[in-house]
């Protein structure tokens, strides 16, 4: 497995630290708000205020990063990517006709661009590296004359 890269992380607006509607995925930097489709536009605007619009949806960052979606969700998961998430939720009837809220498959998720953008410069340096490395080897090898 290759070597962590570390990259300073962004936080949430500051009133999520404090918000019971607002949680965060445990060891991670993810933070989760689940309401209903009407409060999206305040959810968004809040974050875009707290970010100055810094923001990629979380399905972009694979290709603007150059990794695999895979590769995506670990780093997130493992706390060195920073995500904000609204789940929408709404009401369903269950089996005897009662009414209960119950998450929705919609769901939006955002990504911090400044943080994807010192990602891919991590990368791209280690890319370097490992170029000049395997270069100075192979030079190494041909002076030994192997």
């Known amino acids: 497995m290759g070597?962590?890269?570390?990259?300073p992380l962004v936080g949430p607006p500051h009133r999520w630290l404090t918000s019971k509607a607002v949680s965060r995925i445990e060891g991670t930097n993810w933070w989760v708000e689940k309401n209903r489709l009407w409060y999206f536009r305040h959810w968004m605007a809040e974050v875009q205020k707290a970010h100055g619009g810094n923001l990629l949806p979380l399905q972009w960052v694979p290709d603007y990063v150059g990794v695999s979606r895979a590769a995506v969700y670990q780093r997130a998961k493992s706390g060195g990517l920073t995500v904000f998430s609204f789940i929408v939720?709404?009401?369903s009837r269950t089996i005897l006709g009662?009414?209960?809220?119950?998450e929705t498959r919609k769901r939006y998720d955002y990504a911090i661009l400044s943080e994807c953008d010192a990602w891919r410069e991590k990368l791209e340096e280690a890319f370097e590296d490992a170029i000049t490395n395997w270069e100075d080897e192979e030079e190494r090898r041909a002076k030994e004359g192997r």
Not at 3 to 7: E, G, H, S, V, Y
Not at 98 to 102: F, I, L, M, N, Q
Request: aromatic share 8%; net charge positive; no cysteine.
């Open 3 to 7: 070597r962590k890269i570390d990259f």
């Open 98 to 102: 009662g009414v209960r809220e119950r």
């Open 89 to 91: 939720v709404a009401n």
